[in-house]
């Protein structure tokens, strides 16, 4: 079965950064599109980043381009979420998302568009 398992979430300072890993198995890792989603206490869930089959493709959320950059290892089967310039308000956890891709798919950002989910890394952000 699909298994997704986040890790390098922790706590950091404002204006720091993390490395958010997914480690994916049970899937043909290539053939799936991956996104970044977090949930903060008391809110909705709600899309970071997203990444095509060979990472040429990406999108963001309009609050994270700049700051954070996902990639993928096709080869390792792992997502990556590099976070820079964290604020307090990026606090939450994160999940990592699979959906299998298809040609000229778009990126999606969605929750119910990912039928995959890992169970998630907290990330404290301190000020």
């Known amino acids: 079965q699909v298994q997704l398992v986040e890790s390098g979430g922790g706590l950091v300072q404002a204006g720091g950064s993390l490395r958010l890993s997914c480690a994916a198995s049970?899937?043909?890792?290539?053939?799936?599109?991956m996104g970044w989603f977090r949930q903060a206490p008391g809110k909705e869930r709600e899309f970071v980043a997203a990444i095509s089959w060979s990472g040429g493709s990406t999108y963001y959320t309009d609050s994270m381009e700049g700051r954070f950059s996902i990639s993928r290892d096709n080869a390792k089967n792992m997502l990556y979420l590099q976070m820079n310039s964290l604020k307090p308000e990026d606090t939450a956890v994160y999940y990592c998302a699979a959906r299998l891709g298809e040609p000229g798919g778009v990126l999606r950002t969605r929750v119910w568009s990912y039928p995959y989910w890992g169970r998630g890394t907290q990330v404290t952000v301190s000020s």
């Open positions: 049970g899937l043909t890792f290539s053939g799936y599109f």
